[in-house]
């Protein structure tokens, strides 16, 4: 079993829906929790992050953690051709360099 | 510079060939890692570089890979006697510190291998 377990897609949803995305880990040691998004040809660029349990919200973006179920998720309202890309997760139990991460899931936002 | 830089953006080279990637990180970030993205796979740690300390090479795959940093600056990651397998995009990221996961990484473009 992976340490994080994303599902890749496809995701296929129309302009303005509601997006979510989700994660699960299996290590109980993860502190801080990260959303990055990926455009085609592009390196990952971070979206969210998230010490501990909890939500956090910017903008159309909210993400979620639920440690007591190993379980992550990042929510896109409104969502805009704009947000298609792949968007990963990855977390740590406290340090950058041992960061572990999701496949990545593929969004494509229809107009 | 104004991101993180990396050369060459794409790389075509036969199986046994050796290959140097290049890295320019953000000035002033003293952390500098790489990654592997295999396609279909999720990011691969493979060497951490903090200041002038020890680098942290736990995540390199075999004794073929080996990287350098000079200082806080320019990085290269050198794999020798090249396998199909090394096909794939290899980015290199910076933060300001690794003090805590706060610091945001930012990512370079990546340098595409492709190995036939």
């Known amino acids: 079993q992976k340490e994080v377990e994303q599902d890749p897609g496809p995701l296929s949803v129309p302009e303005g829906a509601i997006v979510s995305l989700n994660c699960t880990y299996s290590?109980?040691?993860?502190?801080?929790f990260m959303w990055y998004r990926q455009y085609s040809r592009k390196g990952p660029e971070l979206l969210m992050y998230?010490?501990s349990s909890g939500n956090k919200e910017d903008g159309r973006f909210t993400a979620q953690v639920d440690k007591s179920s190993k379980y992550i998720s990042l929510f896109i309202r409104d969502s805009q051709p704009s947000d298609s890309a792949t968007y990963l997760c990855?977390?740590?139990?406290?340090?950058?360099?041992?960061?572990?991460w999701g496949l990545g899931t593929s969004l494509a936002v229809n107009p | 510079g104004a991101g993180v830089s990396q050369s060459p953006s794409n790389k075509v080279t036969e199986k046994g060939k050796d290959v140097e990637l290049r890295c320019d990180p953000i000035?002033?970030?003293?952390?500098l890692y790489w990654y592997r993205q295999r396609l279909g796979q999720g990011l691969e740690f493979l060497i951490y570089?903090?200041?002038?300390?020890?680098?942290?090479k736990s995540g390199l795959p075999s004794d073929r890979f080996s990287a350098e940093r000079t200082g806080e600056s320019v990085s290269t990651l050198t794999i020798q006697r090249t396998q199909q397998e090394d096909s794939a995009v290899y980015l290199c990221a910076s933060s300001f510190n690794a003090g805590g996961t706060g610091n945001t990484i930012y990512f370079g473009e990546g340098s595409w291998l492709t190995v036939v």
């Open positions: 570089f903090q200041g002038n300390s020890a680098p942290d």
């Open positions: 290590n109980s040691a993860f502190q801080y």
């Open positions: 000035s002033g970030h003293t952390a």
């Open positions: 990855a977390m740590s139990p406290g340090n950058n360099r041992k960061l572990i």
């Open positions: 998230t010490y």
